[in-house]
């Protein structure tokens, strides 16, 4: 069976989770506190040398990292990610725009919001992630003003990257009522087979 | 025929540029220079609402955006990219971690070096990188010391993806000679057939 170490705070393994329950896939969940550095001992660091959680262990006992490979490897050869060509590339396009452009200041902002004593340092922090976060923001409303999905035209592991911390992007002060085309969007996931919400008090799959 | 749009001394648009050469295909090459704002006029973000370069264009005259999604698209169906399994998943682990955890403190701080005049804030920014862009340089050694490449054995996108960085990491102020199993994975990648330097007088392939 596949194990996830994960940190249930974390959107990106919340994306990882969601494709799961999609999938009706159980596992094995392993909680990591990040806050308490449960991801730097020198057995985690064995596992995964860049020391984060999300984690999937495979059968082998082989893991993989990062949340995007993660929706990839699951994802494969089901209906949240085309098989190939322009589409798939479509996907990924929307994929890294999260990692790079959305998830740094929107999940950064959230992150100091929540853990962070708040300090004036850790305020200018939260500021100065204000702009590039709307920036992204405005990129997402601007597609889904023109289509339901980000990629082939149906929902694809491409929304469930970037619906992780846009769904809980308020919490990092990020004010979703400037982009209704975005709140559209999360009610249309939100309504998909096998949805939950994230912080849920019983994960669905969960072994 | 592919039309890349791109800014010659970013290192996301040398991935694909020297994909591309390994691959031996011809492409239009349309300089932006991000310096003068070329990539925020209203025509661009037309293309690419998210304002950035590479970018590229197919023959149907639609755009994709992001290097790492470009690279899975060309290399589909090549040597450089795996056809699916964990393979293909850990070619894009090594990619998202390139993206999120080695791109933005190496090249971040190799763009204030270059580009920026060096004013304390700029100089305390690029102090602030230091930190995050070793670790990332650690964990490409620990993986270096144990594999010639990072992925299916073979040299594939996963290492245009690091090596476009990583190889004038210097520029940014990170002593790679402190990496020894890096260096030798450098001179690996430098042997390819179709490799060309980064800023190289003539580009191969552009018509």
């Not at 969601?18 to 094995?28: N, Q, S």
């Not at 006992?61 to 479509?90: D, F, H, K, V």
């Not at 959305?102 to 902002?109: K, L, R, S, V, W």
């Not at 980000?150 to 919490?171: E, N, P, S």
């Amino acid at each position: 069976m596949l194990t996830l170490y994960d940190y249930l705070d974390s959107g990106n393994g919340y994306k990882v989770r969601l494709l799961l329950a999609h999938l009706g896939r159980d596992y094995t969940l392993v909680e990591k506190d990040i806050m308490k550095g449960e991801t730097r001992t020198p057995d985690y660091l064995a596992m995964n040398p860049n020391g984060r959680i999300p984690l999937l262990q495979l059968d082998d006992g082989s893991c993989l990292a990062e949340s995007g490979a993660m929706l990839n490897y699951l994802g494969e050869g089901t209906p949240y990610l085309p098989n190939g060509g322009i589409e798939r590339a479509r996907v990924l396009q929307w994929m890294f725009f999260e990692q790079y452009s959305h998830e740094p200041p929107i999940a950064g902002a959230r992150f100091r919001m929540r853990h962070k004593e708040q300090t004036d340092e850790v305020k200018a922090q939260i500021e100065a992630l204000r702009a590039p976060g709307e920036a992204a923001l405005g990129v997402m409303e601007g597609e889904l003003a023109a289509r339901d999905w980000f990629a082939a035209g149906r929902y694809t592991i491409a929304d469930i990257a970037l619906y992780a911390y846009t769904h809980v992007a308020d919490q990092g002060g990020f004010d979703l009522a400037a982009y209704p085309a975005i709140g559209r969007w999360l009610d249309r996931v939100k309504a998909q087979p096998g949805w939950f919400p994230m912080l849920a008090p019983e994960e669905p799959g969960v072994a």
